[in-house]
Nanobody
């Protein structure tokens, strides 16, 4: 059974950092594409970052470019999102997702975690 389990969210002040982790299990082979999405209250889920194992493609949402870094440790079956210089607009529930095609669009992903809350105060 495929599972994605996020952790690392929390309540922080503007300018602080957090590192989100997503442990991926149940795949016969590691998924090629992994991504991080977020959803703020009253807003649609948006793609924050994603990466492809096969071709090294990495995407960042414009508003997080230079502040967030996605990475994966295949030996640990874990995907990370390092978030620095956090802003109140980064507040939301963060989800990791896995699929076969790296894309910033949620519909491209087949498997999702349960989400972890990130709250950034001003």
């Amino acid at each position: 059974q495929v599972q994605l389990v996020e952790s690392g969210g929390g309540f922080v002040q503007s300018g602080w950092s957090l590192r989100l982790s997503c442990v991926v299990s149940g795949f016969s082979s590691a998924p090629d594409a992994v991504g991080w999405f977020r959803q703020a209250p009253g807003k649609e889920r948006e793609g924050v970052s994603c990466m492809s194992k096969s071709d090294g493609y990495i995407y960042y949402l414009d508003s997080v470019e230079g502040r967030f870094t996605i990475s994966r440790d295949n030996a640990k079956n874990t995907v990370y999102l390092q978030m620095n210089s956090l802003k109140p607009d980064d507040t939301g529930v963060y989800y990791c997702a896995a699929g076969s095609y790296a894309s910033p669009f949620p519909d491209e992903y087949d498997y999702w975690g349960q989400g972890t809350q990130v709250t950034v105060s001003s």
